[in-house]
């Protein structure tokens, strides 16, 4: 029943995670502009290769419809009271603004956005201990190479559960290549219970501080998302004075915004 439990758990994770990227790309969607500068030209495809058949002027509004690599699919409301579908480079979202006169960001998930994010969330899956695990987290980006983390890891064993929460600070040794490691320091609690028909109660459940060091690489691997491979070893203090050593090996998958 743990094991059944656990892998609805981590089905929903995962839909969230992917949730989080359809979202992502489709950040755009939803949006009324209004056009600030004297022209935009309107391509037939998503692509410079496709013709301009169409020069929106300065005060018309644009729906956007759907994004596509750097381009983004509008619905233009021309003179006359007609309407056109046609597709306008990123670049050029710079010259409109929405209708109540607030200028707009639109990423588009590439690299160079990758470099100016402020977020990050990460869903991955290993091993602790030779134990199935699943690792939630948030990041905030503080500055090109640090970062604020917290995480959540879950390992059901066969003989306790283990919840890990942690805080961390993480630094990206080479932030400006596609391909970089990093390390991570950090604290936080180990809480493990028991598994109900090992003790008598089933509710026995044992708190540790732990300290912990991380070392990993992560790769930007398509738009809006990061593939990461860690090992962390973490340092448990338990209240018999002890020290409990654990290691954990994951891969996971990231968004940023």
């Not at 009324?32 to 020069?55: K, N, R």
């Not at 201990?129 to 983390?149: F, K, P, Y």
């Amino acid at each position: 029943m743990q094991s059944v439990t656990f892998n609805k758990r981590c089905l929903w994770l995962g839909a969230v995670f992917f949730g989080l990227v359809y979202s992502t790309a489709l950040a755009a969607d939803e949006l009324s502009l209004v056009v600030t500068s004297p022209y935009i030209d309107v391509h037939t495809g998503p692509a410079s290769a496709y013709p301009v058949f169409h020069v929106l002027e300065k005060g018309e509004r644009i729906d956007i419809l759907k994004s596509r690599t750097n381009w983004y699919k509008v619905r233009a409301y021309v003179s006359g009271g007609n309407t056109l579908e046609g597709w306008i480079e990123q670049s050029s979202l710079m010259s409109t603004a929405l209708e109540d006169g607030s200028a707009i960001f639109a990423s588009s998930g590439s690299f160079d956005d990758y470099q100016i994010r402020d977020w990050e969330i990460t869903i991955a899956g290993g091993v602790l201990d030779s134990i199935s695990a699943m690792t939630v987290s948030g990041a905030w980006v503080w500055t090109r190479n640090l970062s604020v983390e917290a995480s959540y890891t879950q390992a059901l064993g066969d003989f306790s559960d283990n919840k890990i929460w942690s805080l961390r600070m993480r630094h990206t040794l080479f932030p400006a290549w596609r391909v970089s490691p990093y390390f991570a320091l950090g604290t936080g609690e180990i809480r493990t219970q028991p598994r109900a028909n090992l003790v008598q109660s089933g509710d026995e459940v044992r708190k540790s501080s732990h300290y912990e060091i991380g070392a990993g690489l992560r790769y930007y691997f398509a738009k809006s998302m990061l593939v990461k491979l860690e090992y962390r070893s973490l340092l448990a203090l338990t209240d018999r004075d002890e020290q409990e050593r654990l290691d954990q090996w994951m891969l996971g998958a990231s968004v940023f915004f």
